[in-house]
């Protein structure tokens, strides 16, 4: 079946240093999306991508596609403390008809250290 | 405020037991989706239904069922609860068109005890 791997698995950073974490699939996605999971709270839409090689900015994240639409990685530049939180990619496979099969990576746990 | 409602908040019950978990999604969305997040966890998925029918099955024990009613609401039963079993669960829903994002409740914290 297919598989979404995430690194790393946390991550510590101080206020305002740069934050990546790196989404790869074990087959070729159709799309992928990005969550953030804030402490106690639950997952919340990001963003997607859908075509190869796409480069997407959210004001400080940055979101990329790879040309194979196999990884993906989400990077933060200059990371605040609401920045906190657990950063999830979802990768997007469909099937026969119009089903789509959406697999979670395992996450990445972001502390940012004031 | 995602729109997807999620019933009882918390919940504590013994060994052996079984719950009722209870989600009504976002008005609109056909698709529900299940979520098992313990302590520190990814997400693994366990069961999808659309407009009542089961579409997809993840890694959900066979003490595990669910189903979603017509009006829509799913309810995820988890019987002969084990300590293990003790997780935030998630239910999400989705319009279930190609590109939609997913739209997540706030979760049923379980304890068992």
């Known amino acids: 079946g297919q598989q979404v791997m995430q690194i790393p698995q946390y991550q510590h950073v101080q206020e305002g240093e740069d934050f990546t974490t790196y989404c790869n699939s074990s087959?070729?996605?159709?799309?992928i999306q990005w969550y953030k999971q804030r402490p106690g709270g639950h997952p919340v839409f990001l963003i997607q991508?859908?075509?190869?090689?796409e480069v997407k900015k959210q004001k400080r994240l940055t979101f990329q596609f790879g040309e194979a639409k196999k990884n993906s990685s989400l990077h933060i530049t200059a990371t605040q403390t609401t920045d906190v939180g657990t950063y999830f990619c979802a990768g997007i496979k469909f099937s026969s008809g119009s089903a789509r099969q959406l697999t979670f990576g395992s996450g990445t746990q972001l502390t940012v250290l004031p | 405020d995602s729109g997807v409602t999620q019933t009882p908040k918390h919940l504590i019950t013994a060994t052996g037991q079984r719950v009722t978990l209870r989600c009504s999604p976002r008005s609109g969305d056909l698709s529900v989706y299940w979520y098992q997040q313990s302590l520190d966890q990814g997400l693994q998925f366990l069961i999808q239904?659309?407009?009542?029918?089961?579409?997809a099955k993840g890694n959900i024990l066979e003490r595990f069922s669910a189903q979603q009613f017509p009006d829509l609401h799913s309810e995820l039963n988890l019987s002969s609860l084990e300590l293990g079993d003790s997780a935030l669960y998630f239910c999400a829903s989705s319009p279930d068109r190609p590109n939609s994002p997913l739209h997540f409740g706030n979760g049923t914290r379980l304890t068992v005890t």
């Open positions: 087959t070729t996605l159709s799309n």
């Open positions: 991508l859908v075509k190869s090689g």
């Open positions: 239904y659309y407009n009542g029918e089961e579409r």
